[in-house]
């Protein structure tokens, strides 16, 4: 009788609770908007923080609450983000794709050293030790402050400076934040002709610490035929919308700054 | 006694004299998995307050109103479990539902409460020392605030060993068995307190 007992009341505890279960699972179900997962689906998802939200998971919230706006997502790139503006049922603004460029060409060699850094390899620490170990004050220090904080490998440290793979790189805007000295900065993919140095100093000034600097001669600006190039605070400038990506520029450049990707 | 002053003394005797952890030596599994910070530590207190307090409740109708009358008190540690496990499954779709937030903070260390061993420690010692309704449920929540007191001590001595030196072959979980040793040894020095107290 005792084991009818036992196996019965097991069965019913079991049933009661299957059945509360069942219940609990129908009336507390939380509704989740499909479009959350959706968008998750088209973001980066490197959860890198880019956005100000805490994660891809937030971003995703966010963007269906209306609080994000849907091109918030810059590794989501300019398709992903096309998506989410459909899954939204918005227009999608979307501009160029842009990408990360790193203005130096300062490498061990041609930016001089001003002393030997054996410290910490930190560019944020290097840079307040007496004006840093490179002599040029615009110069990319090369301590890989900006390699530390990229989550998609985009970036190595090359010969003293720092190169950004523009296929990997995913605009996001963490190195830019990350570098001490602001040499990177975010273009649009198809502006391949770059001035690779933003050195303000006058130019025997800029010329002794760096073989590659920009004297601001204007070279460039006289032999430019669309008025694309200006320049200001003793280096050059190319305004992207007016340039043709003729390269005219970079052939006269005394100082080879000019380079064409 | 009066009623107030006894509920204090079971206070003391829960939290200090009759740790689960120190010196009862249930629910250890957590107690070292998941002492790592203290923040993470005092999340998983609130769960496991929260789980056995009414574990310990539900715990106490089934025994006393079913197995008792059944003549089936044999089957305690089964029908226990099974309370147990649909239980949390309960309350986290609950808590999921109703507060968000509370789930978000208490949300992964819920499922790992099912198989915690205090939370049905909790049930049996109320069946085995037969406390009635009340002191069952105070039995729960004070045993869980002891549970946390100890995982929250543990975390800061945890915190505080990864930056200290310590020998290569005593890193990692040696050290922090050791520590737990000593913690128990101190918490040894309670159980004089309350039978002087009494």
Request: aromatic share 8%.
């Amino acid at each position: 009788m005792i084991i009818v007992y036992a196996g019965l009341l097991l069965g019913v505890l079991g049933l009661v609770f299957g059945g509360v279960l069942t219940f609990a699972a129908k009336k507390f179900h939380v509704e989740v908007d499909e479009r959350v997962n959706q968008i998750k689906e088209c973001l980066g998802g490197a959860n890198c923080g880019a956005c100000g939200y805490a994660g891809c998971d937030a971003f995703a919230q966010a963007v269906v609450d209306g609080k994000a706006p849907i091109d918030g997502c810059a590794p989501a790139g300019a398709k992903g983000i096309e998506k989410i503006g459909k899954i939204m049922g918005m227009e999608a603004n979307v501009g160029e794709r842009l990408v990360a460029r790193v203005i130096c060409q300062g490498t061990h060699g041609i930016a001089k050293d001003r002393y030997v850094y054996d410290g910490y390899k930190s560019c944020a620490v290097a840079a307040g030790l007496a004006g840093g170990p490179k002599d040029c004050r615009f110069a990319c220090l090369g301590l890989g402050d900006c390699q530390d904080k990229c989550k998609f490998d985009a970036i190595t440290m090359e010969n003293g400076i720092a190169h950004i793979d523009p296929d990997k790189c995913t605009a996001c805007g963490a190195c830019v934040k990350a570098c001490p000295r602001s040499v990177i900065s975010l273009m649009p993919e198809s502006q391949n002709v770059i001035v690779r140095c933003r050195n303000s100093d006058v130019a025997r000034a800029a010329r002794a610490v760096c073989m590659d600097a920009c004297i601001g001669c204007g070279r460039c600006k006289k032999e430019c035929k669309y008025d694309a190039i200006v320049v200001e605070n003793g280096y050059a400038r190319i305004i992207s919308e007016k340039c043709t990506r003729c390269g005219e520029c970079a052939a006269v450049c005394p100082c080879k700054c000019i380079t064409i990707e | 006694m009066n009623e107030p002053t006894s509920i204090l003394l079971f206070f003391v005797s829960c939290v200090l004299t009759n740790n689960f952890i120190f010196s009862r030596f249930l629910g250890c599994c957590p107690f070292l998995g998941v002492s790592n910070k203290v923040e993470t530590s005092v999340s998983m207190g609130l769960a496991v307050t929260f789980v056995m307090t009414i574990a310990s409740l539900f715990c106490y109708m089934i025994y006393n109103w079913l197995l008792v009358p059944l003549e089936i008190t044999f089957m305690s540690t089964i029908a226990f479990i099974l309370v147990i496990a649909a239980l949390v499954q309960f309350v986290e779709m609950f808590l999921k539902k109703s507060s968000p937030t509370l789930y978000s903070a208490l949300g992964i260390y819920l499922p790992l409460i099912t198989t915690n061993c205090a939370v049905l420690g909790v049930a049996t010692l109320n069946m085995n020392e037969g406390y009635d309704l009340l002191y069952s449920v105070l039995n729960g929540t004070f045993s869980a605030l002891g549970f946390t007191l100890a995982i929250v001590l543990m975390a800061g001595v945890r915190e505080r060993l990864e930056s200290s030196h310590i020998p290569e072959c005593m890193k990692g979980f040696p050290i922090t068995l050791v520590s737990a040793g000593l913690m128990a040894v101190a918490f040894m020095g309670f159980s004089g307190l309350f039978s002087s107290l009494m």
